[in-house]
Structure formats: structure tokens, C-alpha cells
């Protein structure tokens, strides 16, 4: 059964600095997204990663993936106010097609001045 | 529209009331996916759908929970005789249904079971 986890759960950080949320699997695969929701909103695609390597940067948000480690980072440059929200990854557990993902239990960001 | 359309956004049920859940997905997309989200929680797969067929129902938590896409665009999530711990958002998704595509998510069916 493919586990997803993510670590820190929760994360309080001040403007300015520097942080990696952390999300490890269980089984293969080479397909990981990230999303963002705010409270009472829906999730927000970030970032598709799809192959071992895979580097994706928008902004102050940079994610990676090293599917060997079965690891996803996501990485936050100069964290400013605007990026307070929770963060999901998800891992597609099938091998074709577009299949369900399973979401770690995000990691709650709060920047703060 | 747009994006991927839920209604009702907010429902109340009384306990042992039936709900219909509507989901209109973005058009065109093939794959069509049901959430169930509780509060402080990460989304929890329900069923998945590929055009009208029912590809994966395996989350789908007891047999008072069907999920219907008779013609392959709108689908409806439907409880039957709610308990209070069906109370959760229920969130619909849709893709172009090819690997690596992007997942669009909808606003979410608030569902509160009294």
C-alpha cells in the first residue's frame, strides 16, 4: 500500500528565511505533485514533477525529485506572508495514465513577520 | 466554465438524510476523481472515473456512498442515510486522463451532518 509523509506537519517561520518541507513514499514512482490550499479554498496545482531529477521553481518555491530516495522536496527562498498555507504532496500510485493520488497529511506553513 | 464546478457548496443534513453531491468537471477531461477531505487532514481517494466508466471505487468507505458519470461529464457522489462522521468536504477533480497531466481540483462540497 503506498504511504505518503511528509515532514515538518507544522511550520512557522519568520519572513526572510529559508526552509524544505520533505515528502517521502512508500513504493515506486515517478509521478509527484505539490499543492497549495489556503483555509477554506481548494488545492492549488504547484508543480508536476515526473521523472528522477526532475527540478521545478516558481517564484520563491522550488521542488524536487530523487525517485530513487523515494523523496520529494520543496523548497522556500526569502518566505514572505503571502506563502502562509498549507502545502500537500501527492504521489500517483498507478504506472499509466492519469490514476488517483495519495496525499500526505500536509505541512501548515505560517510566515510571520 | 473554467475551472471544476461543485454544488452545493454547503449542505447541512439531518442524520439518516440522503445527499447528492454534483461535479462538473473542466470540459473535455477524462478523468474524473472524488476526495474526501476532513478538517486539519490531507484529501482521502474515494472513486476515480475514466469517461463514464468506474475505473476505481475502492476508497469509497461503505456501500451508502455511489458515485454516478452516466455520460461521461457530470458526476454525482451520493450518501445515502448520513451518519455524522460523513461530515467532511468533498472534493472533485478532473485531468485529460494522460500520465503527468495536471490534476485540477473544484471548490469542494462542505457536507455537516447534525
Known sequence: ELKVEQNPLFLSMQEGKNYTIYCNYSTTSDRLYWYRQDPGKSLESLFVLLSNGAVKQEGRLMASLDTKARLSTLHITAAVHDLSATYFCAVDKGRSGNTPLVFGKGTRLSVIA | ?114
Open chain 2, 1 to 114: 466554465g473554467a475551472g471544476v464546478s461543485q454544488s452545493p457548496r454547503y449542505k447541512v443534513a439531518k442524520r439518516g438524510q440522503d445527499v447528492a453531491l454534483r461535479c462538473d468537471p473542466i470540459s473535455g477531461h477524462v478523468s474524473l476523481f472524488w476526495y474526501q477531505q476532513a478538517l486539519g487532514q490531507g484529501p482521502e481517494f474515494l472513486t476515480y472515473f475514466q469517461n463514464e466508466a468506474q475505473l476505481d471505487k475502492s476508497g469509497l468507505p461503505s456501500d451508502r456512498f455511489f458515485a454516478e458519470r452516466p455520460e461521461g461529464s457530470v458526476s454525482t457522489l451520493k450518501i445515502q442515510r448520513t451518519q455524522q462522521e460523513d461530515s467532511a468536504v468533498y472534493l472533485c477533480a478532473s485531468s485529460l486522463g494522460v500520465s503527468g497531466n495536471t490534476i485540477y481540483f473544484g471548490e469542494g462540497s462542505w457536507l455537516t451532518v447534525v
